[in-house]
């Protein structure tokens, strides 16, 4: 809104080509020629605070108007700095080549604006600097002086907006009154014409009773399409008087344009239009076929699809397109070779829910809070990010949501995660899976013009869930593959996009469809894989895995009873209890997930089946219980009318065993000899790490991998040879650079560490080193294992194991610094699974210390290394006692 500011006496002046800038009017311009650009960027861009500049209509050359006089002082060359000027103020500042030459038509009267918003962009592929600017006009000003500075003008001015107090002696005049009066009466009228045809004419209403009336007439008159000669008789309207009458005269005329044009349109309204003439003719001629017999019922058909597609709400291109193909088909025969392929591609058409959405409920947090926290135990930072989205959504039920990707192991619930959001929000779900999917065109469809055409999973998944805003999860998202015929996840940055979804083009629709009102929820094992363009339209959220206190919980509150309903059992003939779920987690598996614990339980669950059901066998009477005779029951004693007599026979003796042949099977509690009987021998213990490094030479390191973290053991030994380094375990690159490192760094400080009497030796004279990684047939590599090799060298090299309890993980420099690694969560898990006590960091990974549970935090002594050096110390029982020696 236009208001009372203190104009300076030089302002930048900025030409308008046949267009006004009336104050209280906002208007959008692009400047892209030279002359515009520097203007904005020396007088708006590169200033902090955002200045004023001056708004001059320039008139075309040829144009004759009496207000289209030069001020005075205005120097024109033959350079046109008004030729980057466009005639409306939404099109781009366009410089004409042929005007450059003429002189400018310099209107004497202008308007000081403020830029609201300014955003710079470059053309390409010319490299052109272009400025979008956002225009408030402010007040009137009048030129006095017009001078050049560098390639644009700058103007001396003088106001010719009236002051507060000036405007307020002058309200009191009774003429200016009365045509305030005026001026409203006939807006208040053409605003109820236009409330019956537009929603927003409230702000307009507000507008009359708080703005003033000189203000009103200014915004009101920039809302119409008027003549430059109209607009720039309300500019030079100074007067009070003056600017009410001709703004009252111009809304008298736009009031009475729209009274004309609804007359004529009532009058269209009244006759018959094509349409109707056409469903009336077709109706006769669908009578005359009848009275025939030659009704056609194929005919009948297209008439029900048309129905169908008027009934779907298409946009109105879409149905233009729509009514296209179907005249189309009445002309065609079935028997023809492209009808079948033309009905089924208006049948989707018709059954796409381009308008249907599935109505949300009152959203309530703790509704949602409390559904996820059902669904779900722990994963409390997950659970925080939907319930912040689902308020935003209460907030603004139009937000456009972000794209959420759930990044971690098998297991840990990342598509059970995406079933419960849809839950909380009362929205369909719809499951997309990607793994394997190498083909582009099932995500975009294939062409109609192919054998066998298609429209992609996309387009598919919606016409089968019915609405437009379900929450589609698009699971297995980085095990997409590209080959020739295109890569998929190339066309999901369309689909990913809120920017480019809203028209979406399927290859078999070929019409653009909205999908900005889907939530998007994707899942991966990895995120390494996903392209970097694909992963920065999606919030990442990573799950990295359970705590054995964690699945311990999950597995009392979802996976026993969901075990026991899947197998007919229920808690009186087979129950699990907490230590036992304990006992299976420790000894039987070591995931970050928890399927193997179901599989687990679930095997449990069967052996309890048999034994359940083998005991369900009819009871046998006792051999003192003698069968009712059947003369007791004979039809001669049960004439009409007669009464059967009861007699209570006693059991005696019978009693007790009748009783224990009827009760309810017993209970089966399983403990570990049940344990071991059903699913064997444990297949791990605690002993393991122990056992591993009970010689020189082997250390324990901490991995990732897409299942989560693991325990690594690295094993190194010598034996009489050249000097080689021999690697073997199936080891990438990068795992044998860290290994060549880690050998380098040893030696060349060995006689620093003790390991030879004088810095000359050669550690490797007459001998090889082989270093293996055990568990040979899984591929190994990454850059988290160069402290874990120089343990194990120099634990083989000093004859001196390493502590079985304590596992490290970081990467070296070959100046011995320790670098950070990624996945700590996942590597301190494992080394919390596998019952190791002390884990070794690099020093900069202390604030991914934030994400592991406190419970697994409290159990465990966390050491942290800044050099090699601090590894070797808290790697060894006795510490590191030739570190006193080192020159390092």
């Known amino acids: 809104m236009a208001e009372m500011v203190e104009l300076p006496g030089r302002l930048a002046i900025l030409p308008f080509r046949n267009k006004v800038l009336l104050p209280g009017s906002i208007v959008r311009i692009r400047c892209t020629s030279p002359t515009s650009v520097k203007l904005v960027e020396q007088e ?40 980057n000027n466009s005639a409306s103020p939404t099109e781009s500042h366009k410089q004409d080549g042929k005007n450059q030459h003429d002189l400018i038509n310099w209107h004497k009267r202008g308007v000081a604006a403020r830029a609201l918003h300014l955003s710079r962009g470059v053309e390409k592929p010319s490299g052109r600097v272009t400025y979008s600017v956002i225009l408030e006009g402010l007040c009137r000003f009048s030129v006095q002086e017009l001078s050049a500075r560098g390639t644009y003008y700058v103007a001396r001015i003088s106001r010719l907006d009236l002051s507060q107090i000036e405007m307020g002696q002058a309200e009191q005049d009774p003429d200016l009154q009365a045509l305030s009066r005026h001026f409203k009466a006939t807006a208040m009228e053409l605003i109820s014409v236009l409330e019956q045809k537009q929603k927003t004419v409230g702000r307009t209403k507000v507008l009359l009773e708080t703005v003033p009336v000189h203000r009103l007439a200014d915004i009101f008159v920039a809302s119409f399409e008027l003549s430059f000669e109209e607009q720039l008789s309300m500019l030079d309207a100074v007067d009070l008087k003056a600017r009410l009458s001709k703004a009252t005269e111009l809304v008298d005329r736009h009031l009475q344009s729209i009274r004309v044009a609804e007359k004529i349109t009532q009058k269209v309204e009244g006759q018959l239009s094509k349409s109707q003439k056409e469903f009336l003719l077709r109706q006769q001629m669908r009578a005359i076929k009848e009275e025939l017999g030659d009704n056609d019922d194929d005919e009948d058909d297209v008439a029900a699809l048309e129905r169908k597609m008027q009934s779907a709400g298409m946009p109105p291109n879409v149905w233009k397109h729509a009514q296209r193909e179907l005249r189309r088909l009445r002309k065609m025969q079935p028997q023809q070779p492209g009808y079948s392929s ?154 990913l996009d809120p920017e480019q979804n809203k028209t979406f083009n399927d290859h078999y629709l070929n019409v653009p469809f909205d999908l900005s009102k889907v939530i998007f929820v994707a899942t991966a094992n990895r995120a390494q894989p996903i392209p970097p363009a694909l992963l920065d339209r999606m919030e990442v959220i990573e799950l990295p895995g359970y705590t054995p206190e964690e699945k311990t919980r999950i597995a009392t509150r979802h996976l026993v009873p969901r075990v026991l309903d899947q197998h007919g059992l229920n808690p009186e003939y087979l129950q699990i209890s907490e230590d036992v779920v304990a006992l299976i987690i420790r000894r039987y598996t070591r995931e970050a997930g928890i399927r193997n614990l179901e599989r687990n339980l679930a095997a449990l669950a069967r052996a309890a089946a048999v034994r359940v059901a083998e005991q369900q066998n009819s009871v046998p009477l006792s051999k003192d219980v003698q069968p009712l005779a059947a003369s007791l029951l004979e039809e001669s004693q049960l004439a009409d009318g007669a009464e059967v007599e009861m007699e209570v026979i006693p059991m005696g003796v019978n009693k007790q065993e009748l009783s224990t042949a009827f009760r309810s099977p017993p209970i089966f509690a399983v403990d570990e000899a049940m344990l071991e009987k059903v699913l064997g021998p444990p297949r791990f213990d605690d002993t393991e790490a122990a056992e591993r490094v009970a010689t020189p030479g082997v250390s324990v390191g901490l991995v990732w991998t897409t299942f989560g973290g693991e325990v690594q053991f690295v094993e190194a030994t010598t034996m009489v040879g050249k000097g080689e380094l021999h690697l073997t375990g199936q080891l990438g690159d990068v795992i044998k650079e860290s290994a060549q490192i880690a050998l380098t760094w040893v030696r060349a400080r060995a006689a620093d560490l003790m390991l030879s009497a004088t810095s000359g030796l050669n550690l490797l004279e007459g001998r090889d080193i082989h270093v293996h990684f055990p568990a040979g047939a899984v591929p190994k590599d990454g850059p988290s294992a160069g402290v ?101």
């Open 44 to 83: 708006l861009w590169q200033r902090e605070e955002k200045g004023l500049i001056g708004v001059l209509p320039v008139h075309d050359a040829g144009a004759e108007s009496s207000a289209s006089t030069s001020p005075s002082g205005a120097t024109n060359d033959s350079r046109d700095h008004g030729s």
């Open 342 to 495: 033309s009905r089924v591609y208006l049948e989707l058409l018709a059954d796409l829910p381009w308008q249907k959405v599935s109505e949300e409920r009152e959203l309530d947090l703790r509704a949602a809070k409390k559904r996820l926290d059902s669904d779900h135990y722990g994963l409390t930072k997950v659970k925080q990010r939907i319930i912040e989205y689902i308020a935003v959504r209460k907030l603004k039920p139009d937000a456009r949501g972000p794209i959420l990707c759930f990044v971690g192991p098998p297991g840990v619930g990342k598509t059970s995660l995406a079933s419960s959001i849809a839950a909380a929000l009362d929205r369909k779900f719809i499951r997309i899976s990607l793994g394997g999917v190498k083909d582009e065109a099932d995500i975009r469809g294939h062409r109609r013009t192919y054998i066998g055409s298609m429209p992609g999973r996309l387009i598919e998944g919606l016409k089968r869930v019915g609405v437009s805003n379900p929450v589609m999860l698009l699971d297995e998202i980085d095990k997409t593959g590209s080959d020739a015929r295109g890569d998929p996840a190339a066309a999901l940055l369309e689909v």
């Open 788 to 888: 874990t090799l120089v343990t194990s060298l120099v634990s083989l090299f000093s004859q001196r194991r390493v502590r079985s309890d304590t596992a490290m993980t970081g990467e070296m420099t070959l100046r011995g610094l320790v670098l950070p690694v990624g996945g700590i969560k996942d590597k301190i898990l494992a080394a919390h699974r596998y019952g190791i006590k002390r884990v070794i960091l690099p020093e900069k990974n202390v604030k991914d210390l934030v994400e592991v549970p406190p419970a697994v935090l409290a159990g465990m002594e966390l050491l942290l290394a800044k050099r090699v050096e601090d590894v070797l110390d808290n790697a060894f029982e006795e510490g590191c006692p030739w570190r006193q020696h080192s020159r390092l």
